[in-house]
C-alpha cells in the first residue's frame, strides 16, 4: 500500500541547522515546530518554560492536524533528545498511513560554544551540554 505523505522528524540540538535545513530540503512543507508556540504576533520569540508542556502539545496538535488533512510532506521539528519525544507523532502518522522517516542532525558537527552562539533563541553551551549527555542515537 502506498503511504499518504510524509513525516518527517527533524531532530538536533539548538543552533545545529534544523531550521536551515527544511528552508534547503523542504521548504514546502508543513512545518511543526514548538518553536512556534512561542512566536507572538509580531514575529518576536519569547520563550518561557512553564509553558513548554502547551508548546510541545500544540506541535503534536499541528502535526496530527496536518496528516488528517493529507498534507504531502509534514516536518516535526523539535531537539527531540530523547526517543519517546517523538514516538506518539509517530504513532499518528503510522495510523494514518505515512511514511516516517528521521533526520537527525545532532550537534552538526559543531560543539557547545559554537552552537550556543549559533541557536535563535539563547540557549546557553551548559543547556546545551546537557542536552547533548542525555541525546538517544
Not at 511514511?99 to 539563547?122: I, M, P, T
Request: aromatic fraction near 8%; include cysteine.
Amino acid at each position: 500500500m502506498e503511504a499518504v505523505g510524509r513525516l518527517v522528524v527533524l531532530r538536533g540540538l539548538p543552533g545545529a541547522g534544523k531550521s536551515t535545513w527544511i528552508a534547503h530540503n523542504l521548504p514546502h512543507a508543513r512545518a511543526c515546530s514548538a518553536d512556534h508556540f512561542f512566536r507572538v504576533a509580531d514575529g518576536a520569540y519569547a520563550f518561557d518554560e512553564r509553558r513548554l508542556g502547551e508548546a510541545h502539545a500544540a506541535c503534536v496538535r499541528c502535526a496530527i492536524e496536518a496528516m488528517a488533512g493529507r498534507a504531502p510532506v509534514v516536518v516535526v521539528d523539535n531537539t527531540h533528545v530523547r526517543r519517546w519525544e517523538w514516538s506518539v507523532v509517530v504513532a499518528a502518522a503510522l495510523a494514518l498511513g505515512y511514511a516516517v522517516e528521521v533526520v537527525d542532525l545532532f550537534d552538526g558537527g559543531l560543539d557547545d560554544a559554537a552552537l550556543a552562539a549559533r541557536n535563535q533563541h539563547g540557549v546557553p553551551a551548559q543547556a546545551i551540554a546537557e542536552m547533548r549527555a542525555r541525546w538517544e542515537r
